[in-house]
């Protein structure tokens, strides 16, 4: 089976930085998409940013210019590097791949189960 497992949130100062990372583990045969997504409290869950296998990314206009993704596709894993962080930044942020699997013969999307992102002074 196929595991998302995420890691890197923490508690920061708003300014400050962190760098999320999501390592995909299982029976893979490849990967497409892979993404960030993140969830506040009372909030709908939103796109924070994803980049195709090519490479090709795309941002959420509220985090442009403060967060990079970025993946290795040796390791399967994806990054989200987070800078000028801003309270609300606060969320649970999540990993989503999109991963095509051959025993089942499958191709869906994979969701981690969070971590959380505090900025708070």
């Known amino acids: 089976q196929v595991q998302l497992v995420e890691s890197g949130g923490d508690l920061v100062q708003p300014g400050g930085s962190l760098r999320l990372s999501c390592a995909a583990s299982g029976s893979i045969f490849s990967i497409n998409t892979m993404g960030w997504y993140r969830q506040a409290p009372g909030k709908e869950r939103e796109l924070v940013a994803h980049m195709s296998s090519g490479g090709s990314a795309n941002y959420a206009d509220s985090v442009k210019g403060r967060f990079t993704i970025s993946r290795d596709n040796a390791k399967n894993t994806v990054y989200l590097q987070m800078t000028s962080l801003k309270p609300e930044d606060t969320a649970v942020y999540y990993c989503?791949?999109?991963?095509?699997?051959?025993?089942?013969?499958?191709?869906?999307?994979?969701w981690g189960q969070g971590t959380q992102v505090t900025v708070s002074s």
């Open positions: 989503r791949a999109w991963i095509t699997t051959l025993i089942p013969p499958r191709n869906t999307d994979y």
